[in-house]
Every structure is written in structure tokens, then in C-alpha cells.
């Protein structure tokens, strides 16, 4: 639909049209961004009860986009487009609650509203909610709703890959089950086809580090997961954990258990180590520190 006919829909009290006009506003698409002309917009599709123009005018009041900052108004409209089920609602307004943001900090309403959104079908809050449980050192809770969502093993549902990973945490540590390093690495698994990129590396300190293996020092298996990982990280621009891993990297290379030294590899990964540390670094200043 082309900005003409939006407006056009807008005028005649669509409500959506109402919404999508004040998001062209607000994110200046296809005409000139202004957060007056956005609040404008949205406050008539709120009182027509639209949730994703309540959600927006929320965060509207809540970063002071073409309104004065009023964080009571902000929830007010978080928990209107909540109550309506829309679920970037549902979980910010969980968040507010969780850490207290524009209200008194609650883990039980947190707790409440995340659950509410997993029954509407909103299953990636699982993941949320068993952080909060985490922070409660209710482990048992943490488990349970990790397991919910890793269970699922669809990757378009987000955090249902590190929750696949952090399962495998859990088997791996001993917390809140008995240890079982088969669960783990089962989790583990499923976790790395899914392109989670620590998961790899986990995987490969199996066949790497001697207080972790339980099948045996394999060089060349764990040379494969490095590998693999190595890749996401440097996609991910994790390269911090890149750095770090090179070095597991050059001392498989060193020869032993299934692997042949390999002198060109060391000299390559050193190099690709330094490379790691200058990036690195740059991170952290980027960020700050």
C-alpha cells in the first residue's frame, strides 16, 4: 500500500492505516520523519483500541518521541496492548516488572505476565522466564521451562536455541539434574545444527580437554567443532570468543591424539589470533571501555 493510500484509509478512521501512517512517521518512510505528526496518528488509533498503536505510543511516552517522558503513561499503554495480546506488550511490560522500570520491581507480576503470554502462545517467554527463575535460585522452575522451550527445536522461535544451550549447561554442570554428560552433549548438538556458535565449541572441548572428555582425546573431532564455531563467531563478530578459541586451535596443531603437527596452521591461526585481539579491542572501546 503506497503512502497516498494510507492516508487516505487513515482519514476514513482505519485504525491499522491510522497505526501504519504514524510507523512512516515515525520512521520516516516515504515522508519527512516527525514524531509530532506520528503521536498525532497513533493517539486515533488507540482510542479505537488498536494493541500495536497503544504498544507504540507506550514507547513513545517512554523515550519522549514527540511527547514529554511519562513512564505511568508508558505502562498504562503497555499493559492496554498487553491485555489485548499483543506480545511486544506482554513482554515489555513482564521486563518493566522484572527490572523495575517505571514501576516497583515485581518477579511475581513478571513471573505472572510472562506466563499469561506462553499461554497465548507466545512460547519463546519461556526463555525469559526461566532467567527470572535463574535470578530466584529456583533452578527446578529454570529447568522446566528451559526444557519447554528447547522441546520445541525451532529456530525461528526466539532463545529456543540457547535455550537448547543452556540445557546443555545444566546436564553438563549438575544443576538441578544429576549430572549427565549424554544429556549434554545431546543438547549440545542440537543446539550447534542450529548455528549456535558456544554450543560448537562446547561440543569440541569433549574430545579436547582432558577433565571434560568422556569419549576419549580426538583432536581431529575437536579440530571439526572449532571449526565450525570459529565461523559463527567471526559471523557473529564474537571476536573476544574467536581470540580465545584460536588458542584451543594452535594446540591441537601441536600434534597428538588423531592429529598431525602442523607448522603452516600455527603460524596462520597466531596470526589470525592477533587479528582477533585488534578487533577486540576495538569492541571494547566502541563500547566504552
Known amino acids: 500500500m503506497d503512502f497516498a493510500e494510507l492516508r487516505r484509509k487513515a482519514n476514513e478512521n482505519d ?3 491510522q497505526y501504519l501512517l504514524a510507523e512512516c512517521y515515525l520512521e520516516g518512510t516515504d515522508v519527512e520523519q516527525s514524531f509530532y505528526h506520528a503521536v498525532k496518528w497513533l493517539e486515533k488509533s488507540v482510542a479505537q483500541n488498536y494493541a500495536a498503536a497503544q504498544y507504540s505510543l507506550g514507547y513513545c511516552f517512554e523515550k519522549g518521541n514527540g511527547v514529554p517522558v511519562d513512564m505511568q ?10 491485555d489485548n495480546g499483543y506480545s511486544y506488550a506482554i513482554g ?10 517505571g514501576v516497583e520491581q515485581s518477579f511475581e507480576k513478571a513471573i505472572e505476565i510472562y506466563s499469561k503470554g506462553i499461554e497465548s502462545g507466545y512460547f519463546d517467554m519461556a526463555h ?13 522452575e529454570a529447568f522446566k521451562w528451559l526444557a519447554f522451550l ?8 526466539f532463545y529456543c536455541v540457547e535455550s537448547q544451550y543452556l540445557l546443555g549447561k545444566y546436564y553438563q554442570e549438575g544443576k538441578s539434574v544429576k549430572k549427565n554428560n549424554e544429556q549434554a552433549i545431546k543438547w549440545y548438538t542440537l543446539a550447534a545444527e542450529n548455528t549456535h556458535s558456544n554450543a560448537n565449541e562446547e561440543i569440541g572441548d569433549y574430545y579436547y580437554d582432558k577433565l571434560k572428555t568422556i569419549t576419549g582425546l580426538n583432536y581431529n573431532e575437536a579440530v571439526k567443532w572449532y571449526s565450525r564455531a570459529m565461523d559463527l563467531y567471526i559471523e557473529y563478530k564474537q571476536y573476544e570468543e574467536a581470540g580465545k578459541l584460536l588458542l584451543k586451535l594452535i594446540e591441537c596443531y601441536k600434534g597428538g591424539y588423531g592429529l598431525k603437527k602442523d607448522k603452516q596452521k600455527i603460524k596462520q591461526f597466531k596470526q589470525q589470533y592477533n587479528e582477533m585481539r585488534k578487533l577486540s579491542k576495538q569492541q571494547w572501546k566502541e563500547r566504552g571501555y
Open 128 to 140: 525469559n522466564l526461566a532467567r527470572i527463575y535463574e535470578e530466584m535460585n529456583n533452578f527446578d
Open 73 to 82: 503513561k508508558a505502562i498504562e499503554l503497555y499493559r492496554k496492548a498487553a
Open 92 to 101: 515489555t511490560l513482564a521486563y518493566c516488572y522484572h527490572e523495575g522500570v
Open 150 to 157: 528447547a522441546e520445541k527445536n525451532d529456530p525461528d522461535l
Open 15 to 17: 485504525a491499522e492505516a
